[in-house]
DNA sequence: GTAACTGCAAAATATTTGCATCCTT
DNA sequence: AAGGATGCAAATATTTTGCAGTTAC
């Protein structure tokens, strides 16, 4: 299995403290992270900027993710190991907690094809899912 | 066919410059909105706050729908009729283009179901194609 | 040692809030 | 006339940029 720093310098990137870190954040949490959810869980220990540096260079390698919202946000969450720098295979459904507002990839459940009108092509494609998660399930 | 005016009324808003204008900018472009886009298509005829407020005002009450972006800003677009107040039933696919950048709302496309992990309850969901469009296809 | 990365300061942009005034009903 | 909607000013919040100092290799 591919340790923190593999992945960067697999990725052509230096080993930095705010990488690594960044990078264990996102290994340990299953889910998405949007750069609020990294200030707060690094403590102050990296600048914003460097947060914002960090998740824009994570992404151009292939290594995170975005994941669309209604919230004017932006979350990101890991690749799996068959992204590459500027090109993504992120095809998995991804879920929104009504309750704790978590955002989980079901990297399992593969965003299915539709069928477009006439005329359209499709390239790529991400699906969302709103609703309870495993933890906040409503009896 | 409902007029602007009886939309407004009917979702019990009174009928002012502002928003007869936007909602005419919605009616008009069958496709997605952003603050920006209504702003430009105004002129500066008004303030930058009265839009957001009448965007806010018009999603409370179901006359438009939020589409989610991965660009952290938010796009907005006209439900149809069946939506109600605080319920959105705007089931259908969106689709970008990534040419002219363009979101179009395909209402005629509904967004499949997908078998959730153990565990998990749907309430609503989202699809956003990416792609080229009717008029900026490749040959 | 050198190139790349980070932090700080500041600029640019986007969003929210309070309040006085104006408009719709 | 009364309540709600708007515009303006200002407070917040978010994102971007430039540059000097620091760190990884």
Known sequence: ML???????KNG?????????ILELFLKSNGALSHADIERNTGAAFDRVT?????????????IHQI??????ILYAL???NCEAG?????HVHFICLQCNA??????VTVPDVRLPKGF???????????FCENCKQE
Chains 1, 2 share one sequence.
């Open 121 to 131: 092509v499709a390239r790529q494609s991400a699906m969302l899912v709103w609703g």
């Open 103 to 108: 955002t989980t990839c079901l990297a399992d």
């Open 13 to 21: 990137l230096s080993v930095t403290q705010s990488r690594t870190q």
């Open 68 to 73: 669309p919202t209604t919230d004017n946000s």
């Open 87 to 91: 090109h993504h295979h992120d095809n």
């Open 51 to 63: 947060i914002y540096r960090t998740l824009q260079t994570f992404t151009d390698k292939g290594i």
């Open 79 to 81: 690749c799996r190991e």
């Open 3 to 9: 340790t923190k720093n593999d992945i960067l310098t």
